[in-house]
């Protein structure tokens, strides 16, 4: 069976508002999500400095593999998500 969503897979920390607010964003309009703890996930924390010149920034968020955003605004996530 084909999903009609890409794979969106978000680098997060628990404790983070930005976080929050992208997973709210994404929950509302039913469209399914990896969630990968970097405080938890030693590798992870290590890509997503990769992604981010040395950063550990998240929001970080990957849709079928392939790195999209980091912190997106609202209006960046409609842009991205728009057609599903």
């Known amino acids: ?6 794979d969106v897979t978000i680098y997060s920390r628990p404790w983070c508002g930005s976080v929050m607010r992208v997973k709210r964003w994404l929950d509302q ?3 399914p999500y990896t969630e990968i703890d970097i ?5 992870a924390a290590r890509r997503v400095e ?3 010149r040395g950063y550990q920034s998240v929001p970080t968020i990957l849709v079928d593999g392939v790195h ?3 912190e997106p605004t609202t209006a960046e996530l409609e842009a991205l998500f728009e057609h599903r």
């Open 39 to 43: 405080t938890r996930d030693a590798v």
């Open 29 to 31: 309009r039913n469209i």
């Open 68 to 70: 999209v955003a980091t």
């Open 1 to 6: 069976m084909v999903s009609e969503y890409p």
């Open 50 to 52: 990769e992604l981010n």
